[in-house]
């Protein structure tokens, strides 16, 4: 450390609060991946496995074509893992090297099941653009007055909206 270098000393209250903001910051990471895997059907073929996956497994499985999916599926899969919604198990492969294999977590049941009902859908359906758009109008309707902000990004409520397109989704998950 150099003579103009300060050393910051933080309380352990100041961590948890520096944590908290930068997860208020990152909060619709996880929700964005999830509805990745979800679109992938890589949570349907976790789900359906008696075995845990390797990400190559899984791209090959999937028929994916990108010779660099697996690489791309590692890193989804294992942000889902540092938040309990997949398992992850450090094995190695047939050569030796180090491979992560993946499995349903704690949380994934909720959006994996078939029967019983599951948040998937919901979650499709909020993290759709034409749901998130209404999000990057919400200034807009502070200062114009109008009070929706799914109207001013969509042209009609959320509702309406959903009459005109029929969608199975948007449908299945209103109240």
């Known amino acids: 450390m150099s ?3 300060t050393l910051v000393v933080t309380t352990a209250q100041e961590d948890e609060e520096f944590l908290f903001a930068f997860n208020q910051a990152m909060i619709s ?3 964005m991946v999830l509805k990745a895997i979800i679109e992938l059907g890589i949570l349907k073929l976790l789900s359906e496995s008696s075995t845990q ?3 190559t497994q899984i791209a090959s499985r999937l028929s994916i074509k990108n010779p660099d999916a697996a690489v791309t599926i590692d890193r989804i899969l294992r942000l889902l893992a540092s938040f309990s919604f997949l398992s992850c198990t450090l ?3 047939k050569a030796g090297r180090p491979e992560r294999m993946y499995t ?3 949380s994934s049941k909720y ?3 078939e029967q019983g009902g599951s948040f998937a859908p919901w979650l499709l359906f909020l993290f759709d653009k034409v749901c998130l758009s209404a999000w990057f109008r919400l200034k807009d309707a502070v200062i114009e007055g109008e009070c929706d ?3 001013l990004a969509n042209g009609a409520i959320l509702f309406d909206y959903a009459d005109q397109t029929r969608s199975s989704t948007t449908t299945s998950t209103m109240p």
């Open 3 to 5: 003579s103009d270098e």
């Open 29 to 31: 990471t996880v929700p």
């Open 53 to 55: 996956l390797s990400p």
């Open 91 to 93: 094995m190695q492969d």
């Open 104 to 106: 349903l977590g704690p």
């Open 111 to 113: 959006f994996a099941r």
């Open 149 to 151: 902000p799914f109207a």
